[in-house]
C-alpha cells in the first residue's frame, strides 16, 4: 500500500511537470507502461476538427480519420465507451495505419482502448494499452489506474487551455498590429493626401502604394506622362521615409549636358579636366542619409547607364580624378516619361538598369484617366493661388467644374493648374471661377479653332517691339523664352514634342529652360 502511494505520488509529479501536451502524453504512457506491465502504450490526441486522431510519436503514419470505420478507432470514439481487441481480431482489421500500429507494438495477445473525455464531455482522445494480459479489468479497476486518468485528463484540459491561450493572444496580437498598420498606413495616406490631392481610386491607390514605397528602402521607378505628377509622388516617398530629416537632391538628367552628368553627379578632384579648378562634391555624396531623385532618368546616357549601376549594387563610387572609391547611402528614386521599355528595344537603356530602378514601380495615370481629381485638384490650385497672393477667389463654380470635365488636358495637371492659375488673376476676390475665365483651348483637337494670330500673339507677348529694343541680346533672349513657353504650351509641357517643333535636342530646349528659368507652362 505505501509502496502504490509512493508509485502513485512520483507518477503524479512526473505528468505535473510537463509543460506541453506532447511531453506530457509521452510521460503519461511510459509511465503507464512501467506502472502496469505493458508493453506498449500510446495517447491518441483528436485534432481541434474532430476529425482526426494523432498519435505525435508516429508521425504521418499516427493519422487516424474518425470517420473510417475500418480501424477500431472510430468505433469507441462513436459508443464513447473503451473496448478490449485481442490479437486474432485485430488480424481481421484491414486498415494499413492500425496494422502498422500494432506492429510497432509487437503484437501483443490483447489491447485496451480507452476513449478520454473532460468533465465537460469534451473527447480529447484515446489510449491505447498493449500487453499480454488477458485481464483489463484487473488494471483498469485499480485506483492507481484511475488516479492516473484522471490526472493524465486533467493535465490535458489545461495544456489545451493554455494552447488555446497561446493562440487567443497570438491571434489578438495578429490584429492589433494590422490595425496598427491600417492606421499607420490610413494617417500616412491622410497627410499625403494633402500634397498629392485626388479622390479617384487610381489617386487613392497611388498614395498608398507611395506610403509602402517610403517605407521600404527599395528603389522606386516612377512612370507616367508629363505635368502627371511624377515629381509629387517623389518628394511624398521622400518626406514620409525614414529619410525625411535627410536631403533630397533632385537631378533632371535632360538638363544637364551629357559632358556633365558624370561630374556632376560623381564629383571630382581638383584638376581632374581641364577647366576644374576646384574640387567639387557630387551630388551622389550630396544624397547621403536622404534620397536621391533622377527625373527623366530615360535621357541618360548609356555610358553613365553603367557606372549608375554599378554605384547601385555597392553604393560605392569614384569621383573623377580620385584615387579612393567613396560610399553614400541614399535611396534611389528614379522618373521618367518615356516608355523605358521601347528604349531598352531600341538598344537606348540598359535592361538591367531597368530592373534595378524598378524595384518598386509606380504609374500615375493621365488626368484624363481620372476625371473624377478634377475638382479637389482645382480647388487644392485656387488654395494655393490665394495662399500665395494673400486673396483671390473664393473657390470653383459648378459650371467651371462642369466645363473642365469636359476638357481633355493632354498637359496633364500641370496644365490644369496653369488654367486654375489664370482663371484665378481673371476672377474679382471673394468670387468663384466662372466657366468664361477658363482658358480650355485643346490645341491637339482636330476641331480646334484656335487662330495662328492668337497663337503668334501669346508668344510674343512679353517681347519688347522693334522701337523699343535697346539691348539686342536681351530683346532675342526674350523672344526665344517667349516662343519656348509658348510651344511648351501648346504641347501641354512635353519638352519632347516641343524641341522636335522647334527642330532642337532636347537637351538643348533643356539648357534653354533652365537659362530661361521655364519651368511650368
Ligand atoms: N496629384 C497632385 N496633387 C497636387 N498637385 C499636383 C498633383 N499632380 C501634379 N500636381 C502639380 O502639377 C504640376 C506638375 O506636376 P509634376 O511636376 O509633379 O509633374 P511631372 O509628372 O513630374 O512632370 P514632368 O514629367 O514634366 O517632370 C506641379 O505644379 C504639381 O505640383
Known amino acids: 500500500m505505501q509502496k502504490e502511494l509512493h508509485t502513485g505520488i512520483d507518477l503524479a509529479v512526473a505528468l505535473i511537470k510537463q509543460d506541453t501536451l506532447p511531453a506530457l502524453l509521452n510521460t503519461a504512457t511510459r509511465q503507464l507502461e512501467n506502472a502496469f506491465g505493458l508493453s506498449k502504450c500510446w495517447a491518441l490526441e483528436l485534432d481541434l476538427s474532430g476529425r482526426t486522431l494523432h498519435c505525435t510519436k508516429l508521425d504521418d503514419a499516427g493519422e487516424f480519420d474518425c470517420n473510417d470505420f475500418s480501424h477500431p478507432f472510430a468505433h469507441v ?13 485485430s488480424y481481421r482489421l484491414d486498415h494499413a495505419g492500425f496494422q502498422g500500429l500494432l506492429e510497432l507494438s509487437g503484437r501483443p495477445r490483447s489491447f485496451w482502448l480507452e476513449p478520454l473525455k473532460g468533465e465537460d464531455g469534451r473527447t480529447l482522445g484515446m489510449l491505447v494499452l498493449c500487453g499480454d494480459h488477458p485481464d483489463w479489468q484487473g488494471i483498469v479497476t485499480q485506483p492507481l489506474y484511475s488516479g492516473l ?31 496598427h498598420d491600417a492606421e499607420t498606413l490610413r494617417q500616412r495616406c491622410a497627410q499625403l493626401a494633402t500634397t498629392l490631392v485626388g479622390n479617384s481610386e487610381a489617386m487613392t491607390n497611388l498614395r498608398a502604394q507611395v506610403v509602402r514605397a517610403a517605407g521600404s528602402q527599395l528603389s522606386v521607378l516612377i512612370q507616367g506622362e508629363t505635368g502627371s505628377g511624377k515629381d509629387v509622388v517623389a518628394q511624398g516617398i521622400h518626406d514620409l521615409s525614414d529619410r525625411a530629416t535627410g536631403p533630397m537632391v533632385v537631378v533632371n538628367c535632360a538638363a544637364i549636358p551629357d559632358t556633365l552628368l558624370e561630374s556632376e553627379l560623381f564629383g571630382h578632384t581638383k584638376g581632374a579636366f581641364s577647366g576644374a579648378d576646384q574640387a567639387k562634391e557630387g551630388l551622389l555624396a550630396q544624397a547621403n ?3 536621391l531623385f533622377l527625373d527623366e532618368i530615360g535621357d541618360m546616357p548609356m555610358a553613365l547607364q553603367s557606372k549608375l549601376l554599378r554605384v547601385l549594387e555597392s553604393r560605392q563610387f569614384r569621383p573623377l580624378g580620385a584615387r579612393e572609391e567613396q560610399h553614400s547611402d541614399f535611396r534611389l528614386v528614379a522618373a521618367t516619361h518615356q516608355p523605358l521599355q521601347e528604349g531598352i528595344e531600341g538598344g537606348r537603356f540598359r535592361r538591367d538598369l531597368f530592373y534595378r530602378l524598378s524595384q518598386f514601380p509606380l504609374r500615375v495615370l493621365p488626368l484624363r484617366e481620372r476625371s473624377e481629381d478634377l475638382e479637389a485638384l482645382s480647388r487644392h490650385f485656387v488654395r494655393l493661388y490665394t495662399q500665395r497672393e494673400g486673396g483671390g477667389p473664393l473657390g470653383i463654380s459648378s459650371h467651371a467644374l462642369s466645363a473642365l470635365a469636359g476638357y481633355n488636358f493632354p498637359g496633364n495637371v500641370r496644365e490644369l493648374r496653369n488654367i486654375i492659375e ?19 483651348d485643346d490645341l491637339f483637337a482636330e476641331s480646334s479653332e484656335a487662330p495662328e494670330a492668337l497663337v503668334e500673339a501669346q508668344a510674343m507677348s512679353g517681347v519688347p517691339t522693334a522701337d523699343d529694343i535697346h539691348d539686342l541680346k536681351a530683346a532675342a533672349q526674350a523672344f526665344e523664352a517667349a516662343v519656348i513657353r509658348e510651344r511648351l504650351r501648346q504641347y501641354g509641357g512635353n519638352r519632347a514634342q516641343a524641341a522636335e517643333s522647334l527642330g532642337l535636342p532636347k537637351r538643348t530646349l533643356a539648357h534653354k529652360c533652365l537659362k530661361y528659368q521655364v519651368t511650368d507652362v
Do not use: F, M, N, Y
Open 289 to 291: 542619409g536622404g534620397t
Open 149 to 179: 486518468k484522471q490526472l493524465l485528463v486533467h493535465q490535458w484540459i489545461s495544456q489545451l487551455q493554455t494552447r488555446d491561450q497561446v493562440w487567443q493572444r497570438r491571434l489578438l496580437k495578429r490584429s492589433l498590429d494590422h490595425l
Open 77 to 89: 470514439l462513436q459508443t464513447g465507451q473503451p473496448r478490449e481487441l485481442t490479437r486474432a481480431a
Open 422 to 440: 489664370l482663371a484665378c488673376l481673371q476672377t474679382p476676390a471673394g468670387d468663384d471661377i466662372q466657366p468664361e475665365v477658363l482658358r480650355l
